[in-house]
């Protein structure tokens, strides 16, 4: 089993923010490319599961199966265990893990699964080589990441290129990769996988409650998260610059035209 690696700082931290967008997350608008794949026997891993509503949307898809859950932050699954009793689900469990060095043995599940959690971690090759190696064969690997440096909106408020160009470069300071999305089949490769289907999909915010809910968690995200908090601490921003950066986000929310488009590169390796 490989020894664990030093695993990137995870930008977001779990505050309400962030888990206003992580809660609202489905296997449907996050894992659709996966889920034609799936069999209802089968065992299933989400590795960097956070509140669980994938994970307990991956439960109820395998009836016959069994879905573990795991997370580095041993918080959060409280809130993941939470979410599967209430719908019931008796075929889901959850555990603390590291991607880099998972604790199961070779070949133990039908699919292995990570959403938004590549760009986040320390060695996305050794994340992949070690996703390979608990797939059984002729399982699948899935992995979906953003891509920041290819989202795209309207109209350009100009306070938003601020907030680009700040999150790469502290989400960079932590050890993750930020444009994540265009890298995945390059790390696959590395990974030593070779039946890669690579796709793209997105999340689009445009209407008035959508464009509300969505610069509303970043305005808050901006000021009050641990992203706001490594941002100040780490000398990338000031508090009056992330103050105005908020304000930027609530004034493209406000906008009639406004119009926001997060691009996702996902892969779907067969081993």
């Known amino acids: 089993m490989s020894k664990p690696q030093e695993t990137a700082v995870y930008t977001h931290g779990h505050h309400e923010s962030v888990l206003r967008s992580h809660t609202w997350r489905t296997a449907a608008n996050s894992a659709a490319y996966l889920l034609g794949s799936l069999k209802p026997h089968m065992r299933i891993l989400d590795i960097g599961c956070g509140p669980g509503t994938i994970t307990a949307d991956l439960a109820g898809l395998v009836p016959d199966g069994q879905v573990t ?43 292995v699964h990570a ?13 992949l080589r070690e996703m390979r190696r608990v797939t059984k064969p002729g399982g699948f690997i899935a992995a979906r990441d953003g891509d920041y440096a290819a989202m795209t909106w309207y109209p350009a408020v100009p306070g938003l290129d601020d907030w680009l160009e700040l999150y790469r470069r502290v989400a960079r300071a932590n050890g993750g990769e930020p444009d994540a999305g265009r890298r995945l089949r390059s790390w696959a490769l590395a990974a030593g996988l070779t039946d890669i289907t690579a796709t793209s999909g997105t999340w689009t915010y445009s209407t008035a409650d959508e464009r509300a809910w969505w610069g509303g968690l970043w305005g808050d995200r901006t000021v009050a998260s641990s992203y706001a908090r490594r941002a100040t601490e780490g000398g990338h921003a000031t508090t009056e610059q992330l103050a105005a950066i908020s304000a930027a986000w609530r004034e493209w929310a406000g906008q009639e035209d406004g119009w926001f488009a997060v691009l996702h590169g996902e892969i779907l390796c067969r081993k």
């Open 69 to 111: 859950g795991v997370d580095r932050a041993p918080d959060i699954l409280d809130q993941a265990r939470e979410t599967a009793a209430g719908r019931g689900l008796t075929n889901v469990d959850f555990a603390v893990a590291d991607v880099h060095a998972l604790d199961y043995p070779d070949d133990t599940f039908c699919v």
């Open 115 to 127: 959403h938004q959690v590549l760009q986040h971690v320390g060695d996305p090759v050794q994340a």
